[in-house]
Nanobody
Framework: QVQLVESGGGLVQPGGSLRLSCAAS????????MGWYRQAPGKQRELVAT???????DYVDSVKGRFTISRDNAKNTMYLQMNSLKPEDTAVYYC????????WGQGTQVTVSS
């Protein structure tokens, strides 16, 4: 079972930036598509960005042009650069397999507020 550890969240003002990291255990990371998910209070968890093993990316419309997903297969680590943050981006952010096949980590809280 792959273990996932998210980090990098925090409190930021609207328009600010944060960079999230996801560290994955095991050797399978390099071979699978990964995704960043988020869950806002009272809402379902949603997939916001995905990245293939080779680096092809996709985004939900609400974050296109503002978020950038990337990965370093040598370090078993994935990133989410978030720019021009909005209050509606406030959520707990999680990483997982593109199809959410693994157990969820603890997530990292992102709060966008003035």
């Amino acid at each position: 079972q792959v273990q996932l550890v998210e980090s990098g969240g925090g409190l930021v003002q609207p328009g600010g930036s944060l960079r999230l990291s996801c560290a994955a255990s095991g050797s399978i990371f390099s071979f699978v598509a990964m995704g960043w998910y988020r869950q806002a209070p009272g809402k379902q968890r949603e997939l916001v960005a995905t990245i293939s093993p080779g680096g092809t990316t996709d985004y939900v419309d609400s974050v296109k042009g503002r978020f950038t997903i990337s990965r370093d297969n040598a370090k078993n680590t994935m990133y989410l650069q978030m720019n021009s943050l909005k209050p509606e981006d406030t959520a707990v952010y999680y990483c997982n397999h593109r199809n959410a096949r693994w157990s969820w980590g603890q997530g990292t809280q992102v709060t966008v507020s003035s």
